[in-house]
């Protein structure tokens, strides 16, 4: 008996639950098949930003669907010329037969400048999208705990206090080369604090922390200040007994000085993968490897 057709049809928000299935299910067989510990699972966390990404860019996220079941879905979000794949997952016994090659092309439909984060130990992933322009650039790595050593401190002049999100598209389109409003709501929204990095009146740095111990995203204007802004705003919670930042490897300084302050890294690391490298990794911490 033949298998049912597979229909490719717009994910909707009701297929975001068996999204998370989908990506749970392919992502344990791949940890199994590397020999690597199942990856820490926060499911309503990762529904809610399934919903954030597909509200923004619903014409951009795509089910397949066999026999009335959905077995892969991709899902990408848009900044100015920028589309950003931020989820593509197949069912493992539906893998291999083309089906995350055309769901990628439907949900990065209609762009020239392109990009993905990639866990280091998928090279088939790394081969389909290098076969899309979108090539392995930078390293991203997870770093976890808290540091037990005082990293430097602001230098002189340099201040920290909230601000509105309306002052940082400046520097998004500076140091990113996209603004990402929507982001910045989601963000706030999530209970994450803002916080500019000032020169005098000059906005010349932004920061969110979480009280759950998330860090990121940072930009700077520049880089010698990324590695004592991440510390100021560390001081701000200090009752958190442990943070999460992803730290490319290009931001060498902060980097090793939050190995050697005591964090550690937190699994292998992810790789960037783009067609053009507009974003500046020297001044920026990533907030996940979901968005760009």
Known sequence: ???????????????????????????????????LPVSPRNR????????????????????????????GFGGSSSYQE???LGFLFVLPDQQAGGLGRRLLELSMHDSTYRAVAIASYQPI??????????????????LTGKPRTDLPALPSGLGVRTID???????????????????????????????????????????YIQETGRLGPFVVRREEHLLPFCGRLLAEMPEVETWLVNVPGSANETFVALLQAGMRLEGPPAIYCANEMRIDHTRYLPASYALP
């Open 1 to 35: 008996m033949s298998k049912p057709e597979v229909i490719y049809r717009p994910a909707t928000p009701a297929d975001l639950e068996t999204c998370a299935d989908v990506l749970y299910t392919a992502d344990d067989a791949l940890s199994a098949s590397r020999g």
């Open 44 to 71: 309503e966390a990762l529904v809610r930003l399934y919903g954030h990404m597909q509200r923004r860019d619903p014409d951009r996220w795509w089910a397949a669907e066999q026999g009335g079941r959905v077995i």
């Open 82 to 84: 920028m589309v950003y």
């Open 125 to 142: 992933s790394a081969a389909l999208y290098s076969w899309y322009g979108m090539t392995p650039r930078m390293p991203i790595y997870m």
């Open 165 to 207: 999100a309306a002052a940082v598209g400046p520097l998004d389109m500076e140091v990113c080369g996209l603004t990402r409003v929507w982001d910045h709501d989601w963000w706030e929204g999530m209970g994450r604090k803002r916080f500019g990095l000032f020169d005098g009146d000059d906005l010349v740095g932004y920061g």
